[in-house]
């Protein structure tokens, strides 16, 4: 039976659908609204199990969004699903340096991925910053050698990179790294789900 819904209730109705779906799962609660606007973009509870929070990581990042720190993604794709307003209101901005020409020089030339270069690009702002990383995992390693050798200190690191080459891999180091952290476990991912947990932060400050 077709459900009878005016498009302003539909995000609203899927969000009840998605709490009758997860019934008594328990999830902390300062990271459910993360956990449920990645399942509402994403349609996958796996989830629900799957994503990995550093003690007050939510908490962390929203705090980051409100004192104006910008946000750094690996793709076009999670920059273009952020919501720009809200953050700009904020004071921040999203900042994608992956098809910079100079970066896919430079990357050329070191023979490294343009990820591993946009990582390097970013640790020179002068701004705090929210690294939302959706695609590469080699993104994540750049962070992790930048963070050892003291280039620096994220406000918080969202690691989901999708696929197989080293994505588990460079989750774990994450995950063990000094930062705090929201990584999904395993091979899931991609630049929705690091867009849709920006998105959940800011949502929490303005809607």
Known sequence: MIEKVTPGEIEQRSFEIISQILGDKKIAPENELV??????TTADFDYADNLAFSPHAVEKGIAALRSGCD???DTQMAKAGI???ILEQLGGQVHCFIADADVAAEAKERNVTRATVSMERAAALAKPCIFAIGNAPTALL???QLMLQGKLQPALIIGVPVGFVNVVESKERIMAAAAPYIVAKGRKGGSNVAAAICNAMLYQILR
């Open 142 to 144: 750049s962070l992790e």
């Open 35 to 40: 956990v449920k606007r990645v399942i509402h």
């Open 71 to 73: 946000i750094i993604t």
């Open 83 to 85: 919501n720009k307003k």
